[in-house]
């Protein structure tokens, strides 16, 4: 089955604590991208990849690192993760950025930073 | 700017009943993508239907079909013969050509939706 997966789906975990989120996807997509969505901000791109070592800073990374070794995984990674940290993240995937390209999300990881 | 505009924060509907979900949208952009999404609320993001701007035929996908008027700038999603199973919250999003360097969707606020039994 085509597919965007993550894990954890839940996390709850404290102040400073270093944190991994990944994710993967079965499409061969070249281009992925992670957001996060927060009550009354909507959805915010955190960063993008367009392709296997390319990546590029979304509208909010401060605090967040990723990376793209191989072009099915793009890991989030929260270094020091702070409470405003707290949100529910997404990884989307697309073959290309194209106007026709359709991103694909996957289910969704939510953090709770203590 | 570009923008994407819901003004339906909640609505209900009843079981076996069609409804409409208004989206409209702001941008120069000759070619774009609109697409709809469904967050239930387990809070997955799933993708419903997607539609071109140069797309001559309105999208259909089984129950889901999207109301295209380029002129008025309007994308608005039908379901059709609603199930309890709807009850979600719904995104307009929209993917300009200028946003291609960064792939970004910009998403509208979301539309809650009941579905009645």
Not at chain 1, 41 to 64: A, C, F
Not at chain 2, 6 to 28: H, I, N, R, W
């Amino acid at each position: 089955e085509a597919q965007v997966t993550q894990n954890p789906r839940y996390l709850i975990t404290v102040t400073g604590k270093k944190l991994t989120v990944t994710c993967s996807q079965n499409m061969n997509h070249e281009y992925m991208s992670w957001y996060r969505q927060d009550p009354g901000l909507g959805l915010r791109q955190i960063y993008y990849s367009m392709n296997v070592e390319v990546t590029d800073k979304g509208d909010v990374p401060e605090g967040y690192k990723v990376s793209r070794k191989e072009k099915r995984n793009f890991p989030l990674i929260l270094e020091s993760p702070s409470p405003n940290q707290t949100s529910l993240y997404f990884c989307a995937s697309s073959l290309d950025t194209g106007a026709t390209d359709t991103q694909y999300f996957g289910p969704g990881t939510r953090l709770t930073v203590l | 700017a570009q923008k994407i505009t819901q003004t339906q924060p909640g609505m209900f509907v009843q079981e076996k009943e069609a409804v409409t979900l208004d989206c409209t949208y702001d941008t120069s952009d000759p070619s774009y993508g609109l697409f709809w999404y469904k967050q239930p609320s387990s809070g997955e993001m799933i993708f419903l239907i997607y539609q071109g701007s140069y797309d001559q035929q309105n999208a259909t996908e089984g129950r889901y079909s999207l109301n295209f008027q380029k002129a008025r700038k309007s994308a608005n999603l039908v379901i059709s013969a609603s199930q309890l199973g709807d009850s979600a919250m719904y995104f307009c999003a929209m993917s300009p050509a200028s946003s291609s360097n960064t792939g970004k969707l910009i998403f509208g606020q979301g539309t809650t939706l009941q579905v009645k039994p």
